[in-house]
Each structure stands twice: as C-alpha cells, then as structure tokens.
C-alpha cells in the first residue's frame, strides 16, 4: 500500500536558519507527491508537488522540496525561515485505485516552530 | 477561478442527533471531491471519495455516509451522532486524480 512517513514530529528552528521537513514514501510505481501547510483551525494549504521532472521543486512562500529516489525522500525545505513559517506541515502521496481515481494519503504531520 | 465552500465553520451537536455537512465547488466541472476528518492531535484521516456523481468510495466504515447529488456538492451526513465523531471535518476537491487537491477551512464539530 501506498504511504509517506513523517519522523518528526516537531521541528525546531530559530528566525533566518535553513529549515528542512523530513518525509519519506513508500509506493508501487512512479510516486506522486506533495507538501502542505496548515494553520490553527484552519484547512490545508498546498505548497508544491512533484510528478516527474527536476527532482528539485519549488513551491510557494520560498519552499523548496527535493525528491530523492534512492532515499525514498521528499524532504521540504527553506534557505531561511521566517517566525510565521511556524505551522504543521503535511506531506501526502496519491494512491491510485485504478477507476476508482486516486486517493491522496497523508503522513502525520510535523509541528514547526520558529523562534526569533 | 475555483473555490470551495464549506459550512457551517463550527457545530455543536448532542449525542445521537443527525449529521449534515455540505461542500460545494465553484469554477470547476466534474471535480474528484474529498472528505477528511483531523481528529485531536493532527493526523488526517480519509474519510470518502467520488470522481464523478453518485459515485462514492468508503474508507473506513464507521457511522457516517456520503452523497454527491450534483456535480460540485458533497455532503457528509450521519444519522445518529457518537461522541467519537467529534472532531476537525474537511473537504476538498482536486482536478483529477493525479493532480493536488485544494481544501475547504473546515468544520469543527463537537458532539456532547
């Protein structure tokens, strides 16, 4: 079954330090792959994804993610992290179910903090 | 451009009382649409799925059911309310299967 793992639950950065959120895969096939963010009590907001092409994605808000094959890995990152970067991020991957399209499963999620 | 609708943004519901959250889609044709619930803590849990109407796939089987009687309409419903059933509602739609899916702002309920 198709899967993402997120070892982290909390990710402690201080203002102006590169970031990285850690996500790895586990699916049958070429993997479909995205990162969110999501405030308090509010919905998910989507970053960026990869489907094929460079392994380095950019997204919004200056995020960056590297899809690492070999590692299994997408990896969501930040040359440097701004306070209101603090939030939970979600990594997700898309499962397909042949005419059934395609479910979207999510890791855990990794609480970020930033401090000035 | 497209947007998603989804209310009432909080609810409060006793025990054993009916359930119905709607969703709907704007700017878009035959959307896949989404229900997830976040219970306390944070993970999202796949709750229901469609890719066109009348055509819903079930996650988990537990005590509550979704319909798409139009297009761009979801609604997540349930007959009689548990305390369990308490948490963080939402939905979203995306493109196609392949594509990323963008979310409502929720709906928090609680049941006492």
């Known amino acids: 079954a198709q899967s993402v793992a997120q070892p982290e639950d909390q990710v402690n950065v201080a203002e102006g330090n590169p970031l990285t959120v850690k996500c790895t895969y586990s699916v049958s096939g070429n993997p479909y792959l995205f990162w969110y963010v999501q405030y308090p009590n509010r919905g998910l907001q989507f970053l960026l994804k990869?489907?094929?092409?460079?392994?380095l994605v950019k997204g919004s808000y200056g995020f960056e993610a590297e899809f690492n094959k070999s590692q299994t890995s997408f990896h969501l990152k930040k040359p440097s992290a701004l306070v209101s970067d603090s939030a939970l991020y979600f990594c997700?991957?898309?499962?397909?179910?042949?005419?059934?399209?395609?479910?979207?499963?999510f890791g855990q999620g990794t609480e970020l903090s930033v401090k000035p | 451009s497209q947007t998603i609708h989804q209310w009432p943004a909080t609810l409060v519901q006793p025990v054993g009382s009916p359930l119905s959250l709607e969703c709907t889609v704007e700017?878009?044709?035959?959307?896949?649409l989404y229900w997830y619930r976040q219970a306390a803590g944070r993970g999202l849990q796949l709750l229901f799925y469609?890719?066109?109407?009348?055509?819903i796939s079930s996650e988990v089987p537990q005590n509550l059911s979704a319909s798409r009687p139009q297009d761009r309409q979801f609604i997540l419903s349930s007959k009689k309310l548990l305390l369990s059933d308490s948490g963080f509602y939402l939905c979203a739609w995306s493109f196609s299967w392949d594509s990323e899916a963008f979310f409502g702002q929720g709906t928090r309920l609680t049941v006492v």
């Open positions: 997700a991957v898309r499962h397909w179910e042949g005419n059934q399209g395609g479910k979207l499963i």
């Open positions: 469609s890719v066109g109407i009348g055509q």
């Open positions: 700017g878009t044709s035959n959307p896949n």
């Open positions: 990869y489907i094929t092409g460079d392994n």
